[in-house]
């Protein structure tokens, strides 16, 4: 029998299992993947120990979720496969994630980050550490992700991904942010207009108006801050970008309800 062959029946399976919300079904036929004859193909007894953790998360057994994803991860790294691993550090991420557990998913973040960096894949590394940054946010704080961030648009600079260098200077304005440099904010979100517009991206052009929307909210100068959203607006319709363009109307509702409280206050101060 060709085990490989059986394992990816087998999966099919248990997708189709999954789609149809049947778990106990789902769980039997991840155990008989288990009882396969792998030989020495440790590979796909990575992949069959790697299907058994997807039903337990799937579940929401998360401790043997974390359990199966941990041995598939130890046989999958022992052959060497990249992807396969950074498949299944997704995986143990996913589980931390749906836990809270904010710090082990963090975890799982760099982990995958350093399997691409020892393989040189840097595209994937960069796509990795850009989004450890947005983590690192909300877990530690602006400035380290400030940090992770800008090193991610190196990468991307380093081997000419536009796209990504232009996406990673917007994350690192919206960190900037919330790190209350202002100045800094404003100058990324110059900077990564201008990539997106040479691009022709007109989604990612609006949301870094959206982020200079923001600083200027937050330093209370509301009606620069909804000129701006309003011409983030029109680049979203002028390029077709109707969810872009949601995002720049819910914005301008948020202005306007902040403009006309800031009257009601400012009459309040004035009523004799």
């Known amino acids: 029998s060709d085990p490989r062959r059986e394992l990816a029946a087998l999966q099919r399976l248990v997708s189709l299992q999954l789609t149809n919300e049947d778990v106990e079904a789902a769980t039997k036929t991840a155990e008989k993947a288990?009882?396969?004859?792998?030989?020495?193909?440790?590979?796909?007894?990575?992949?069959?120990?790697?299907?058994?953790?997807?039903?337990?998360?799937?579940?929401?057994?998360?401790?043997?979720?974390?359990?199966?994803?941990?041995?598939?991860?130890?046989?999958?790294?022992?052959?060497?496969?990249?992807?396969?691993?950074?498949?299944?550090l997704q995986l143990v991420f996913d589980i931390h994630a749906e836990t809270?557990?904010?710090?082990?998913?963090?975890?799982?973040?760099?982990?995958?980050r350093l399997v691409y960096q020892a393989a040189g894949w840097r595209d994937e590394e960069a796509t990795v550490l850009l989004g450890l940054s947005e983590m690192i946010l909300q877990v530690r704080g602006p400035r380290e992700a400030i940090k992770a961030a800008k090193?991610?648009?190196?990468?991307?600079?380093?081997?000419?991904?536009?796209?990504?260098?232009?996406?990673?200077?917007?994350?690192?304005?919206?960190?900037?942010?919330?790190?209350?440099?202002?100045?800094?904010?404003?100058?990324?979100?110059?900077?990564?207009?201008?990539?997106?517009?040479?691009?022709?991206?007109?989604?990612?052009?609006?949301?870094?108006?959206?982020?200079?929307?923001?600083?200027?909210t937050r330093n209370g100068a509301l009606d620069e801050a909804a000129r701006v959203a309003r011409e983030a607006q029109k680049i979203c319709q002028k390029g077709g970008e109707t969810k872009a363009e949601g995002d720049c109307l819910e914005a301008l509702g948020a202005l306007r309800i902040l403009v006309l409280q800031k009257e009601e206050e400012s009459g309040r101060r004035h009523k004799p």
């Open 34 to 88: 288990l009882q396969l004859e792998f030989g020495d193909d440790k590979k796909v007894e990575g992949f069959a120990m790697q299907l058994m953790a997807e039903v337990h998360l799937n579940a929401r057994r998360y401790e043997q979720a974390l359990a199966s994803a941990t041995k598939a991860q130890r046989l999958l790294q022992g052959e060497g496969d990249i992807r396969a691993v950074s498949n299944v």
């Open 100 to 112: 809270g557990n904010e710090s082990e998913a963090l975890r799982s973040r760099h982990n995958m």
């Open 151 to 216: 090193e991610a648009v190196a990468i991307f600079q380093d081997i000419g991904d536009k796209m990504g260098e232009a996406s990673g200077i917007l994350v690192v304005a919206q960190c900037q942010v919330a790190n209350k440099a202002s100045t800094d904010a404003v100058r990324s979100t110059v900077l990564a207009r201008k990539l997106f517009q040479s691009l022709f991206d007109a989604a990612g052009e609006a949301q870094c108006l959206l982020v200079a929307a923001e600083v200027y």
